[in-house]
């Protein structure tokens, strides 16, 4: 049995897994002995926001054109994908589900088969979007909670990706949860750390990507995080952006405990509720306390 | 019948060594005296068509049939690029030509000159001495920062975006001026300091402006390197390496300006052809260094004792 072919997008807010599951899916393509090397990944089908890719396809200079205009185009750039590709190809995408100004998906119409939505409590992904970012928690929490909160927006320089909207954290979920153009499967952070194996197969199994528990076992391992830890440290890794903090920490659940202030964590459940009770993120008793 | 048709160019100049008459003002582009000898390029406002006939989409925004490449530009308009001659612009309701300059001048002329069999590489270019050196890499990777960097440092401007480089009659490759002034981002001319050489906005709205560079080349210096621009990543170090010929050569077909549009022009015997040519006299390299305004001092002094020392 083999692949079924298209795009199946990989979505998340950032910082919520996403490149976890994408190396164990390279590893689990390269059916190797020893694990892949994190910054030689075959499995790569890079990231719907990449600049190079619109540039190359559309010719255009990207800072030239309004961020509105890019999108309008951005459609048939993954149509265009879609029509070329026979196999199957996971592409990352941190935009939350919009539509054009021309009242087009952004990503397209049928242009992928599938989307696997990964999520993650927000109050964790606050602490690891600070770190990511080398801003401080606040400026996270910040983001977090505009809903036109949005990546690569700035126009005083070039920055290395397209804009993409992100809506807040709710909205980001609420968008991708509330599309029905794409059939979406989503994958909880915290059921990928609790059992990787059955987080994993059951996402391979929506998007058709067959494979074996043996291999699937294998590829888990090649993709713990103290391996990951370990090959960052020793050549880095190509998606880092901060100078300081390494791109692979703890991968921890809960860690916003330790981490946050009281006042955070109520300004993130505020924000927030609805979603993470839908989500089964259970509210702390700081915010309960304080409302 | 469009606005401007059949009206005379009024504005000339030499872009990448071509004669060019255009009815738009082509801002940034090398002035040139008009002379009675035709024009190597026509730059018009015209009607375009919507689509080509017989025409296959290349991408998103743009077609091709034979000799013609018809490129749509959101809210700007569309742009007919015809057999390395000729530059046909309809612009959009609101549209100005001052909208329409940058993409005549960068991706129009990018076609045009693949058209015309010519080397185009995406990259900055400066001089020193009759002899020039391009720095390669891909879009946001800071060549324009780098470049004017090294302007600062004594350097003569060549090229900001694209390169065409020619063989001379000795069999040596010329890289030719795309214009006389450079163009970077509000952050980078901030960083830089450079605000004083500051000009026009390449557009109205963007915040990437032109920049005068002390000195600019008008004739064409002679390419004795080429450097491709890298991250550096552990365990790899900063450092300038040269590269074997296939990799060389690899280099050059993917540091052409808009590949993708080079392909389904110029046949790859052609390419590879051009590539061998200026590989036989020019070195290339690959630089791998930092990003960050902090390390620039440093890399352009890195970077012009590494050419220095390749001598003539």
Redesign the interface.
């Given at each position: 049995m083999s692949d079924a072919p298209g795009i199946v997008w990989l979505a998340s807010f950032p910082k919520s897994g996403n490149t976890w599951f994408r190396i164990f899916l390279a590893n689990l393509a390269a059916g190797r002995d020893e694990p892949a090397d994190i910054?030689d990944l075959d499995e790569r089908g890079g990231i719907a926001s990449s600049?190079?890719e619109f540039?190359?396809?559309?010719?255009?200079?990207?800072?030239?054109?309004?961020h509105a205009?890019i999108d309008?185009?951005r459609p048939?750039?993954y149509e265009?994908i879609a029509a070329e590709t026979k196999a199957q190809r996971w592409i990352k995408v941190h935009d939350a589900y919009t539509l054009t100004e021309a009242g087009e998906p952004l990503l397209g119409r049928g242009a992928a088969r599938s989307a696997i939505y990964l999520v993650r409590d927000p109050r964790d992904v606050a602490v690891s979007l600070a770190h990511h970012n080398t801003t401080t928690i606040d400026a996270a929490i910040a983001l977090m909670n505009r809903p036109d909160g949005a990546l690569c927006r700035g126009?005083?320089?070039?920055?290395?990706q397209l804009r993409q909207q992100l809506l807040g954290w709710s909205g980001h979920v609420a968008s991708w949860l509330g599309q029905t153009d794409v059939p979406a499967h989503l994958m909880r952070y915290e059921d990928m750390r609790a059992d990787p194996h059955r987080a994993f197969a059951a996402a391979l199994g929506f998007a058709e990507r067959p494979a074996s528990a043996e291999d699937i076992a294998r590829a888990i391992r090649h993709a713990d995080f103290a391996e990951l830890q370990r090959q960052e440290r020793?050549?880095?890794f190509?998606e880092r952006t901060s100078?300081t903090t390494p791109f692979f920490r703890a991968g921890e659940v809960g860690g916003w405990r330790r981490e946050l202030t009281g006042e955070q964590v109520a300004a993130l459940e505020r924000a927030h509720a609805p979603m993470m009770a839908r989500l089964g993120y259970e509210l702390s008793e700081v915010a309960e306390a304080a409302a | 019948m469009a606005e401007g048709e059949g009206e005379p160019p009024v504005h000339s100049y030499r872009i990448s060594g071509l004669a060019v008459a255009s009815q738009l003002e082509l801002l940034g582009a090398i002035d040139a005296p008009a002379n009675d000898d035709a024009p190597d390029i026509t730059v018009r406002l015209q009607a375009a068509p919507q689509t080509l006939a017989g025409g296959v989409a290349g991408?998103?925004?743009?077609e091709i049939e034979g000799e013609r490449v018809l490129?749509r530009?959101?809210?700007?308009g569309r742009f007919l690029i015809e057999g390395g001659r000729h530059i046909g612009v309809e612009l959009e309701p609101g549209a100005t030509p001052r909208d329409a300059s940058?993409?005549v001048l960068?991706?129009s002329f990018?076609?045009l000159l693949h058209q015309r069999g010519a080397m185009a590489l995406h990259g900055a270019a400066v001089a020193r001495d009759g002899r020039a050196l391009a720095i390669c890499g891909?879009?946001?990777d800071g060549k324009s920062t780098l470049s004017t960097a090294l302007c600062r440092a004594g350097f003569e401007f060549v090229a900001d975006d694209i390169c065409a480089v020619s063989l001379g009659d000795d069999g040596r490759p010329l890289v030719w001026p795309d214009g006389r002034q450079l163009k970077l981002?509000?952050?980078?001319i901030d960083q830089l300091g450079v605000a004083q050489s500051q000009g026009a906005a390449?557009?109205g709205g963007?915040?990437?402006y032109f920049i005068g560079a002390p000195a600019a080349a008008i004739a064409a210096p002679r390419l004795t390197a080429i450097y491709v621009l890298n991250?550096v990543?552990?365990?790899r170090a900063e450092a300038i390496e040269p590269l074997n010929l296939p990799d060389a050569m690899r280099a050059l077909d993917l540091q052409a300006y808009?590949?993708?549009?080079r392909a389904r022009i110029a046949s790859k015997p052609h390419n590879l052809a051009q590539s061998a040519a200026v590989l036989r006299h020019a070195r290339a390299f690959r630089f791998d260094r930092p990003r960050?305004f902090e390390h620039m001092d440093r890399l352009v002094e890195a970077l012009a004792a590494h050419w220095e020392a390749l001598g003539r």
């Amino acid at each position: 049995m083999s692949d079924a072919p298209g795009i199946v997008w990989l979505a998340s807010f950032p910082k919520s897994g996403n490149t976890w599951f994408r190396i164990f899916l390279a590893n689990l393509a390269a059916g190797r002995d020893e694990p892949a090397d994190i910054n030689d990944l075959d499995e790569r089908g890079g990231i719907a926001s990449s600049r190079h890719e619109f540039e190359a396809a559309t010719l255009l200079d990207s800072g030239l054109i309004s961020h509105a205009d890019i999108d309008r185009l951005r459609p048939r750039i993954y149509e265009r994908i879609a029509a070329e590709t026979k196999a199957q190809r996971w592409i990352k995408v941190h935009d939350a589900y919009t539509l054009t100004e021309a009242g087009e998906p952004l990503l397209g119409r049928g242009a992928a088969r599938s989307a696997i939505y990964l999520v993650r409590d927000p109050r964790d992904v606050a602490v690891s979007l600070a770190h990511h970012n080398t801003t401080t928690i606040d400026a996270a929490i910040a983001l977090m909670n505009r809903p036109d909160g949005a990546l690569c927006r700035g126009r005083r320089g070039q920055p290395p990706q397209l804009r993409q909207q992100l809506l807040g954290w709710s909205g980001h979920v609420a968008s991708w949860l509330g599309q029905t153009d794409v059939p979406a499967h989503l994958m909880r952070y915290e059921d990928m750390r609790a059992d990787p194996h059955r987080a994993f197969a059951a996402a391979l199994g929506f998007a058709e990507r067959p494979a074996s528990a043996e291999d699937i076992a294998r590829a888990i391992r090649h993709a713990d995080f103290a391996e990951l830890q370990r090959q960052e440290r020793e050549r880095g890794f190509t998606e880092r952006t901060s100078r300081t903090t390494p791109f692979f920490r703890a991968g921890e659940v809960g860690g916003w405990r330790r981490e946050l202030t009281g006042e955070q964590v109520a300004a993130l459940e505020r924000a927030h509720a609805p979603m993470m009770a839908r989500l089964g993120y259970e509210l702390s008793e700081v915010a309960e306390a304080a409302a | 019948m469009a606005e401007g048709e059949g009206e005379p160019p009024v504005h000339s100049y030499r872009i990448s060594g071509l004669a060019v008459a255009s009815q738009l003002e082509l801002l940034g582009a090398i002035d040139a005296p008009a002379n009675d000898d035709a024009p190597d390029i026509t730059v018009r406002l015209q009607a375009a068509p919507q689509t080509l006939a017989g025409g296959v989409a290349g991408g998103p925004n743009w077609e091709i049939e034979g000799e013609r490449v018809l490129l749509r530009v959101p809210r700007v308009g569309r742009f007919l690029i015809e057999g390395g001659r000729h530059i046909g612009v309809e612009l959009e309701p609101g549209a100005t030509p001052r909208d329409a300059s940058i993409f005549v001048l960068g991706v129009s002329f990018g076609i045009l000159l693949h058209q015309r069999g010519a080397m185009a590489l995406h990259g900055a270019a400066v001089a020193r001495d009759g002899r020039a050196l391009a720095i390669c890499g891909a879009s946001g990777d800071g060549k324009s920062t780098l470049s004017t960097a090294l302007c600062r440092a004594g350097f003569e401007f060549v090229a900001d975006d694209i390169c065409a480089v020619s063989l001379g009659d000795d069999g040596r490759p010329l890289v030719w001026p795309d214009g006389r002034q450079l163009k970077l981002w509000r952050e980078a001319i901030d960083q830089l300091g450079v605000a004083q050489s500051q000009g026009a906005a390449v557009r109205g709205g963007i915040e990437k402006y032109f920049i005068g560079a002390p000195a600019a080349a008008i004739a064409a210096p002679r390419l004795t390197a080429i450097y491709v621009l890298n991250d550096v990543r552990p365990p790899r170090a900063e450092a300038i390496e040269p590269l074997n010929l296939p990799d060389a050569m690899r280099a050059l077909d993917l540091q052409a300006y808009r590949p993708a549009i080079r392909a389904r022009i110029a046949s790859k015997p052609h390419n590879l052809a051009q590539s061998a040519a200026v590989l036989r006299h020019a070195r290339a390299f690959r630089f791998d260094r930092p990003r960050g305004f902090e390390h620039m001092d440093r890399l352009v002094e890195a970077l012009a004792a590494h050419w220095e020392a390749l001598g003539r």
